[in-house]
């Protein structure tokens, strides 16, 4: 039977949810499949002893109207809390001290991250010209032919660590960063970029990630998403898992298998997948064998996320901050630390902290050959060292994402041309998640809209305006 203005969305992680919910504001016949038990993806909330414990994002920055909106629509808006101003101030580690991040032309002059030079060379940014590189430079090389190598090393190396669990030299800067690849290519430079950016900026509705206020909710970040997957009821199937799907003359046929294991198919117009790159290569093999060679390079480094909580006793200095980031060049076993109650309320019990450590990444993908115990320990006792803190944590839990965050590596922007080339020799598919368009919660709330207005042109094309 031809089925009739009906789309399925794989993956029940903010990504889907957000387009299923625009989907179905529309009008449209809606059904979510995610094969696991509990909506949300990699948003994961866990409360235990006390302690509200993110092992997903553990937060998120406003850049975009759209994630109030949706907060709203499900009933979140007042389950939205903002960071305390403390978490403004950011630490770098460098000679075993934390040295707070400078935030403006002031701060940089008395900074100790930068020598004298190393100012300079920032100072100097606006008269660097253009690279001869074009499209295809790493986020390294380009940091430190505009602002410098100690910048490179000091700010950019942990900030992609702390963002992506990446590698500088190996991002692409046009397809990681693009609105900073932009500046240099719209404006010449990035300090003019960021001056005539930002009054362009108040003319839409956008906001810079450098001024976005950071948010999260109440009950953790995936109480989120829980709420979305609520809204739209039965149309989210959990625990089920989508083994085939094929072409055929009206659209496409689903087979997935339900939770009490029996097998069912559903026909539909549209899909629209946000699962991980690799599971899609999977799921699509079949309609276009050369996809998987393409999804298949995108890296996914293990990221293995621990939370300690800690008697205020215990704790020798001030946390007044959102937390640190690791240079590499400080060769240390994990890559930062948030500083999650600093941040927050209701992340840990009364004369309590708890903080939330990072490991593995691209730069120490061993921790998948090394036990569980032995990356906790290796990891806790130089986060130890670093913040002075005495004696085992009270509280600890830890999550290992043995596949965690795709890598927006050079030669990237070739497998996104090929992802658009699918979409237009496949009528009716559409590739989403954060594999495309950037990684972020913003980033995926934002793209939820550009595909479902992808999605609406089509339908629109096909069936004539949705009534």
């Known amino acids: 039977m031809k089925s009739e203005k009906k789309i399925a969305v794989f993956g029940a992680g903010i990504s889907g949810l957000a387009t299923a919910h625009w989907l179905t504001q529309k009008g449209y016949d809606v059904t979510v499949f995610d094969s696991a038990g509990k909506a949300g993806g990699s948003m994961q909330t866990v409360f235990e002893e006390g302690y509200l414990v993110d092992f997903g994002p553990n937060s998120g920055l406003e850049t975009t109207p759209l994630i109030a909106k949706l907060a709203e629509d499900v009933g979140m808006k007042?389950?939205?809390?903002?960071?305390?101003?403390?978490?403004?101030?950011?630490?770098?580690?460098?000679?075993?001290?934390?040295?707070?991040?400078?935030?403006?032309?002031?701060?940089?002059?008395?900074?100790?991250?930068?020598?004298?030079?190393?100012?300079?060379?920032?100072?100097?940014?606006?008269f660097v010209g253009k690279s001869d590189d074009g499209y295809y430079q790493s986020l390294y090389s380009f940091v430190e032919r505009r602002l410098g190598k100690q910048f490179a090393d000091y700010v950019i190396d942990p900030f992609?660590?702390?963002?992506?669990?990446?590698?500088?030299?190996?991002?692409?800067?046009?397809?990681?960063?693009?609105?900073?690849?932009?500046?240099?290519?719209?404006?010449?430079?990035l300090i003019k970029g960021m001056i005539k950016g930002a009054k362009e900026r108040k003319k839409s509705s956008e906001t810079s990630k450098q001024s976005a206020k950071m948010f999260a909710f109440k009950n953790g970040m995936q109480s989120f998403p829980e709420a979305i997957a609520k809204s739209l009821g039965n149309k989210v199937?959990?625990?089920?898992?989508?083994?085939?799907?094929?072409?055929?003359?009206?659209?496409?046929?689903?087979?997935?298998?339900?939770?009490?294991?029996?097998?069912?198919?559903?026909?539909?117009d549209v899909i629209v997948s946000t699962i991980p790159a690799s599971s899609t290569a999977e799921l699509f093999d079949e309609i276009d064998n050369n996809l998987p060679p393409k999804l298949n390079q995108i890296v996914y480094p293990p990221v293995m996320v621990i939370y300690a909580g800690y008697d205020f006793s215990q704790i020798k200095r001030k946390l007044d901050g959102f937390g640190f980031l690791i240079p590499s060049k400080e060769q240390k076993n994990f890559l930062g630390a948030i500083w999650s109650s600093t941040i927050f309320p209701n992340r840990a019990p009364d004369g309590k902290a708890s903080f939330t450590i990072f490991t593995g990444g691209i730069r120490n993908q061993k921790i998948l050959k090394q036990t569980e115990d032995e990356t906790i320990a290796y990891a806790l006792k130089d986060f130890k060292e670093v913040m002075g803190i005495s004696g085992e944590p009270e509280y600890l839990s830890?999550?290992?994402?043995?596949?965690?965050?795709?890598?927006?590596?050079?030669?990237?922007?070739?497998?996104?041309?090929?992802?658009?080339?699918?979409?237009?020799?496949?009528?009716?598919?559409?590739?989403?998640?954060?594999?495309?368009?950037?990684?972020?919660?913003?980033?995926?709330?934002?793209?939820?809209?550009?595909?479902?207005?992808?999605?609406?042109?089509y339908m629109n094309n096909k069936y004539g305006a949705n009534e």
Request: proline share 6%; with cysteine; glycine share 10%.
């Open 78 to 126: 007042n389950e939205m809390i903002y960071a305390n101003e403390q978490a403004n101030k950011r630490y770098i580690l460098k000679n075993e001290k934390l040295l707070p991040l400078p935030t403006g032309p002031g701060a940089l002059l008395k900074s100790s991250i930068f020598t004298i030079g190393g100012k300079f060379r920032v100072a100097f940014e606006p």
């Open 237 to 268: 199937k959990l625990s089920s898992k989508v083994v085939k799907v094929i072409d055929v003359d009206y659209g496409k046929r689903i087979l997935y298998d339900n939770p009490d294991g029996s097998h069912a198919e559903l026909e539909v």
């Open 160 to 189: 992609v660590s702390g963002v992506y669990a990446g590698d500088p030299n190996k991002l692409s800067v046009q397809s990681a960063f693009p609105k900073v690849f932009a500046l240099e290519q719209k404006y010449g430079g």
């Open 398 to 457: 830890f999550k290992l994402w043995p596949k965690a965050i795709p890598q927006y590596n050079l030669g990237y922007i070739e497998i996104e041309k090929y992802c658009d080339e699918f979409e237009t020799k496949n009528p009716g598919l559409f590739l989403s998640g954060n594999f495309r368009g950037g990684i972020s919660v913003g980033d995926c709330v934002k793209n939820s809209e550009l595909v479902t207005n992808k999605v609406i042109d």
